[in-house]
């Protein structure tokens, strides 16, 4: 029983096009997060959301667009990709502020 | 503002042999604290969590850590490595509040047989 989940775990693309990555978490969580993990393993948060709101949006280009349409899901639209964007997106749920995160299995996108 | 150092970008260890990966952070209040473990190709794993409970902290696959405020360091420990520890592992900071987890940029451990 998968605690959180990202569909999809391989997205192969070409610069210019638009593409959404989804997240789920059946943990009964309050807030949600977006990362990225470049290619020397840098993690770095770029949305935080709880209960479905905005919380943080760490200097992401507005190309990057999440939405989260229940407490359970919190899905990310990347538009006009570059090949900047190229890197492994993990989705991660933690009970609220503070607590422990799980994180998803990971999305890894490749721009060509 | 919170931040997080870890101290080796890679540590070799024999297998049976006691592993040490070093983490200081930087916190204005009195924050949380997490290792967690990535191996190749997979998701990150929490292997544990200080939150202003017992300074030492006992976690999965028989890792540890203490927190020493005074040093401002979060250290992890394992008595005996086993081969199937080699992976890279993050030691992690959030200030209550913040809704942000600071990533240290990660200690590869590499366990020799």
């Known amino acids: 029983d998968t605690a959180v989940s990202q569909t999809p775990k391989y997205l192969v693309t070409q610069m210019g096009n638009d593409k959404s990555i989804k997240c789920e978490q059946n943990l009964g969580h309050d807030t949600m997060y977006w990362y990225k993990q470049d290619s020397k393993k840098f993690l770095k948060i770029m949305f935080s959301?709880?209960?479905?709101?905005?919380?943080i949006n760490e200097t992401v280009p507005n190309r990057f667009s999440p939405k989260s349409p229940d407490k359970a899901h919190l899905n990310l639209h990347i538009n006009s990709l570059e090949l900047g964007d190229s890197a492994v997106y993990f989705c991660?749920?933690?009970?609220?502020?503070?607590?422990?995160?799980?994180f998803g299995p990971g999305t890894r996108l490749t721009v060509t | 503002a919170q931040s997080v150092t870890q101290l080796d970008s890679h540590v070799s260890v024999s297998e049976g042999t006691p592993v040490l990966l070093r983490c200081n952070y930087s916190?204005?209040?009195?924050?949380?604290l997490f290792w967690y473990v990535q191996h190749p190709n997979k998701g990150l794993q929490l292997l544990l969590k200080?939150?202003?409970?017992?300074?030492l902290v006992k976690g999965i696959n028989g890792f540890e850590a203490e927190f020493k405020k005074s040093e401002t360091s979060f250290h992890l420990t394992k008595p005996s490595a086993h081969m199937s520890d080699a992976a890279e592992y993050f030691c992690v900071v959030s200030d209550p509040g913040t809704y942000k987890y600071i990533f240290g940029t990660g200690t590869r451990l590499k366990v020799l047989a």
């Open positions: 916190s204005s209040y009195s924050p949380s």
């Open positions: 959301y709880n209960n479905k709101e905005l919380i």
């Open positions: 991660a749920s933690s009970l609220r502020d503070g607590y422990e995160q799980y």
């Open positions: 200080y939150t202003s409970a017992a300074t």
